[in-house]
């Protein structure tokens, strides 16, 4: 330690890598003193300002503030407050462009100043010394202090370190072309400067003070060295012009001969490093509670009548500072906001001065040539040999161009301050920063999103695990229920027996709920699938028609059979139990909607009265029988009435006891054959009716499995028809010979297939 301050005392210094020897254009606003300006109309205040995170609006529009007043408040350690640089009132929040290389828009407060001034209360401290080092830090970073040097890094995070700091370093270098802000502020500010860095002191306590000033700076010079001359610990550091000294790790090494590794922050090293700026914003905060609301400005470029250093307030806009110098930009093709090294040209002149800005350069065509057109690199070498920070510039560009982000990491991109050694040389006109900008842009905006992926998949892990430990908790607390339960149910108690039959009856009750929802979705898919042609859907209700008129055959058979009867009338009862299961499975599908009248009933009924002896009818007779007994079905079936109403003798007409059976079959035939000719029957319809009875037979008699009921022979074709009619009547009659049962099922085959018939017609 003892070695560097006696090499700093004899004027020796350690030299970095690179660098180069710019024309330093200093002189043409250094004879001039800061000048106060006017109000603008309009201030544009970015929420933020620095290396950090923005701060929470506390304000809203239409709201009336005073000088000084927070805008923003701190909810992060990496967020620093901007306050209201004059008095007025809050016109806009919204996005506008502010100071940076992309051009991009940010959110900004809109102030409109009254004129008035009119600060808020503020608390003077004349003696710092009596706060603590905590109270100081809090001081500062509610007054909204960041680094003023360009990077913008808050001042407070630097300062609130618990490492040992040896060196305490105050950056007055100024080694960019045409920036002289800091040279005059030392001159007429010297004072606050020194009480700035007194106060740093007593905050870090640090073994030396090392104040690094380039030796074209004399009147600056003979200031500090007049102010510090009786402070032993306090080193005005004179150094060779050369760029970029400025640099913090270039200055660092400059002045201790240390070299700040490769993502190592200078506190690990025992140094913390402050702008000259900074320390008189320290000063201003934490003696006399002034924010940072104002900062120096250069103002200069061949294209400015008047160049200059002016006090800017925050947010006042660029074109308002060149019309106060006398530069008229709308000739203008760019301005660049910063140094001509390191600064960059702006999209619009309404950008605002924020607390990194050092310089408003106008230049002329002479200074900045507009028509320098980027070439392919010749591969000379000569941007590595002048990079201070001792990396591959040209690797760096290729690496940029190809958006090779682990490419980059690997050369160290972030290493690169960004100075423009690099360019200024290149003869090319390769403008190397630019690409690197972009690149470091890149990169960090894919880390945020890495770092967002992998919380978003640490809390979906997170999640997992406790559903799955809620599960298995679920089902130990379920076991150990059931066992509980199990328990009681065995204990033998009377509790015990409840227990069991209320679980018996919700098992139950359960099974009948399942049985009741599969039935119905049984039924709902019967439904569905049978929801079709309207064919489908009357030959559904056919069929439950049919048998509800079986149903009602075998009820009326029990009434019978339960009924006394004498001997004489059982063979005529069992002939009209079947003759009217004929007629109700017949008519099964009209008599339920009353389309069948009584008569028709009636007449059927009596005709197979009338008929119980076909063995004594003629062949004719019963040809006409059976035509007349399926033209009525088919009337029946079509839901038609008839369009002659039966003679009232038929109706009324009972057999005599002494009247032979032959004599009623032969009087029942006749009037049977006269309702056929008085119905005027097409041959047509006679024909389909035959055919109609014929199949019905055939089907009929297909199904009766029990036994044969005619014996006759089987005729030729020709009179195969004539003899099926008859065998027909003669099932339908021949109660005596066949039981009950057979019977019954006759009837029901029969009618089963005059109903298939009927839908296939």
Not at 279 to 292: E, Q
Not at 334 to 358: A, E, Q
């Amino acid at each position: 330690m003892e070695s560097v301050i006696e090499r700093i005392e004899q004027g020796k210094f350690w030299k970095f890598h690179g660098g180069i020897h710019p024309p330093q254009q200093k002189f043409l606003s250094t004879d001039k003193p800061i000048r106060q300006l006017p109000l603008p109309e309009l201030l544009r205040i970015p929420v933020q300002q620095h290396i950090g995170e923005p701060g929470d609006i506390l304000v809203t529009v239409g709201d009336k503030v005073l000088k000084g007043q927070a805008l923003t408040v701190a909810n992060h350690p990496m967020v620093v407050p901007v306050h209201a640089p004059t008095s007025g009132t809050i016109t806009a929040i919204e996005a506008s462009v502010i100071a940076h290389p992309s051009g991009l828009s940010e959110l900004c407060i809109f102030l409109k100043p009254d004129g008035e001034e009119k600060w808020r209360d503020r608390e003077i401290c004349p003696d710092y010394q009596q706060l603590s080092k905590n109270d100081l830090i809090d001081k500062i970073a509610q007054a909204g202090i960041s680094g003023m040097g360009g990077a913008g890094f808050p001042s407070h995070i630097k300062l609130n370190t618990a490492a040992q700091i040896n060196y305490l370093i105050i950056n007055a270098a100024e080694c960019e072309p045409y920036i002289t802000a800091d040279d005059l502020l030392i001159r007429e500010q010297c004072a606050a400067i020194l009480d700035g860095i007194k106060i740093l002191d007593n905050i870090l306590a640090p073994a030396f003070i090392l104040i690094g000033i380039e030796e074209n700076k004399p009147e600056a010079i003979q200031a500090l060295k007049n102010a510090t001359k009786t402070i032993d610990k306090i080193k005005v550091c004179v150094l060779p012009v050369i760029y970029p000294t400025g640099g913090e790790k270039q200055l660092i090494q400059v002045l201790t001969g240390k070299e700040v590794p490769s993502g190592t922050l200078p506190s690990a090293l025992g140094i913390v490093m402050h702008n000259i700026g900074t320390c008189f914003a320290i000063a201003d905060a934490v003696i006399n509670d002034i924010p940072l609301i104002k900062r120096v400005v250069t103002v200069t470029g061949k294209s400015v009548a008047k160049p200059q250093n002016v006090w800017a307030l925050i947010g006042t806009p660029v074109e308002f500072l060149l019309q106060q110098c006398g530069c008229q930009q709308g000739n203008k093709k760019h301005i660049i906001m910063g140094g001509p090294m390191m600064g960059f040209s702006l999209p619009s002149f309404t950008v605002p001065v924020v607390k990194t800005t050092n310089c408003i350069l106008a230049p002329d065509e002479a200074e900045i040539p507009d028509n320098d057109q980027e070439v392919e690199c010749i591969r000379c070498g000569q941007c590595a040999d002048v990079c201070p920070s001792q990396l591959l510039p040209q690797e760096l560009q290729w690496s940029a161009k190809a958006h090779d982000h682990q490419a980059l990491n690997d050369l160290n991109l972030f290493d690169c301050i960004e100075c423009g050694a690099c360019a200024y040389v290149c003869p090319s006109h390769i403008p190397l920063v630019h690409y690197y900008r972009v690149a470091k842009a890149e990169i960090r905006q894919q880390t945020l999103l890495d770092i967002k992926a992998e919380k978003a998949k640490q809390r979906f892990e997170a999640r997992k695990i406790r559903l799955e430990r809620e599960k298995l908790a679920r089902e130990e607390k379920h076991r150990k229920a059931a066992e509980a339960r199990k328990a009681r149910m065995n204990s033998g108690t009377a509790e015990a027996n409840n227990e069991k039959s209320a679980v018996a009856a919700a098992l139950a009750r359960v099974k009948a709920k399942k049985a009741q929802e599969k039935d119905t979705n049984n039924d709902v898919t019967a439904s569905d699938t049978s929801v079709g042609s309207p064919q489908e859907i009357e030959k559904t209700d056919k069929k439950s028609q049919v048998a509800a008129a079986i149903a009602r055959a075998k009820a009326k058979k029990l009434a019978a059979q339960t009924a006394p009867n004498t001997e004489s009338n059982k063979s005529t009862q069992s002939s009209n139990v079947i003759a009217e299961a004929v007629n109700n499975a017949d008519n099964s599908s009209k008599a339920a909607e009353g389309e069948i009248t009584d008569s028709t009933s009636v007449i059927n009924t009596n005709v197979i009265k009338d008929i119980e002896k076909p063995s004594e009818l003629s062949k004719k007779d019963k040809i006409a029988v059976a035509i007349a007994k399926a033209k009525a079905k088919k009337r029946a079936t079509e839901a038609k009435p008839l369009k002659n109403e039966p003679p009232e003798d038929l109706l009324s007409e009972k057999p005599s006891n002494d009247e032979p059976d032959s004599q009623i079959v032969t009087n029942s035939t006749n009037k049977t054959e006269q309702q056929v000719k008085e119905q005027a029957l097409s041959p047509d319809d006679i024909k389909k009716a035959k055919i109609a009875a014929a199949i019905a037979k055939a089907k009929a008699k297909k199904r009766q499995t029990t036994e044969s009921i005619i014996n006759n022979e089987i005729p030729d074709d020709n009179e195969q028809r004539n003899e099926s009619a008859e065998k027909e009547i003669q099932t339908a009659t021949q109660g005596e010979s066949l039981d009950k049962n057979a019977r019954i099922a006759a009837a029901v085959a029969k009618a089963k297939a005059k109903k298939q018939q009927e839908s296939k017609n």
